[in-house]
């Protein structure tokens, strides 16, 4: 099954090659991306991909001022876990990724949030295929964010990919085994 290779192949990616990225292979992972299901099949999703340096560096920026108050008030065991997988609130991957796809939702569609999700999991194996990586990436704080992008009113920011070639030696992380997450009843 090919789609569960992808799967099992792909991992996040926060280190990146200073290698352009050809907007035709983003381009088709929109493509699939916009063949997920949505609500109603109101499709309520839309891209914004970023070249521009000065503005990659704005949502960067942008972001680490939102997650600095964010990693202050994170306590316990996802500190812990926080620590230990050397995340914090620098982003860097945001400024030096070759591009950056913003993942805005409408405002007006129901299901938005749930649909654009499925699209975003759609993105990330046409990405894995596509010899592309990325980290699924939600601000701490999105106005901050979203101050600085080009966003339609009738739209927010749902996520944020930052997409090159890999340069990432980091395993991927295990996952559950298949007898520990289902149960047939």
Same mark, same amino acid.
């Given at each position: 099954?090919?789609?569960?290779?992808?799967?099992?192949?792909?991992?996040?990616?926060?280190? #990146?090659?200073?290698?352009?990225?050809?907007?035709?292979?983003?381009?088709?992972?929109?493509?699939?991306? +916009?063949?997920?299901?949505?609500?109603?099949?109101?499709?309520?999703?839309? #891209?914004?991909?970023?070249? /521009?340096?000065?503005?990659?560096?704005?949502?960067?920026?942008?972001?680490?001022?939102?997650?600095?108050? #964010?990693?202050?008030?994170?306590?316990?065991?996802?500190?812990?876990?926080?620590?230990?997988?050397? +995340?914090?609130?620098?982003?860097?991957?945001?400024?030096?990724?070759?591009?950056?796809? +913003?993942?805005?939702?409408?405002? /007006?569609?129901?299901?938005?949030?749930?649909?654009?999700?499925?699209?975003?999991?759609?993105?990330?194996?046409?990405?894995?295929?596509?010899?592309?990586?990325? &980290?699924?990436?939600?601000?701490? !704080?999105?106005?901050?964010?979203?101050? &600085?992008?080009?966003?339609?009113?009738?739209?927010?920011?749902?996520?944020?990919?930052?997409?090159?070639?890999? !340069? !990432?030696?980091?395993?991927?992380?295990?996952?559950? *085994?298949?007898? *520990? &997450?289902?149960? +047939?009843?």
């Amino acid at each position: 099954m090919k789609t569960l290779e992808l799967a099992k192949s792909r991992k996040t990616v926060r280190q #990146f090659k200073d290698t352009s990225v050809p907007l035709d292979l983003v381009k088709k992972a929109v493509e699939v991306a +916009i063949e997920a299901p949505s609500g109603a099949n109101y499709q309520g999703w839309r #891209f914004l991909i970023i070249e /521009d340096q000065e503005l990659k560096k704005g949502v960067r920026l942008a972001s680490e001022d939102g997650e600095k108050e #964010f990693y202050k008030k994170v306590l316990g065991d996802w500190r812990e876990w926080l620590d230990e997988s050397k +995340i914090n609130w620098k982003k860097p991957y945001l400024e030096y990724a070759p591009l950056l796809v +913003i993942v805005l939702a409408r405002n /007006d569609v129901p299901y938005s949030s749930e649909s654009v999700w499925l699209a975003v999991g759609y993105m990330l194996l046409a990405l894995e295929e596509l010899g592309l990586g990325t &980290v699924t990436y939600t601000p701490s !704080d999105l106005k901050l964010v979203e101050d &600085v992008l080009p966003i339609p009113s009738e739209y927010r920011l749902e996520a944020i990919l930052p997409i090159g070639y890999s !340069d !990432d030696d980091k395993s991927k992380e295990n996952r559950e *085994n298949l007898e *520990n &997450v289902i149960q +047939i009843i």
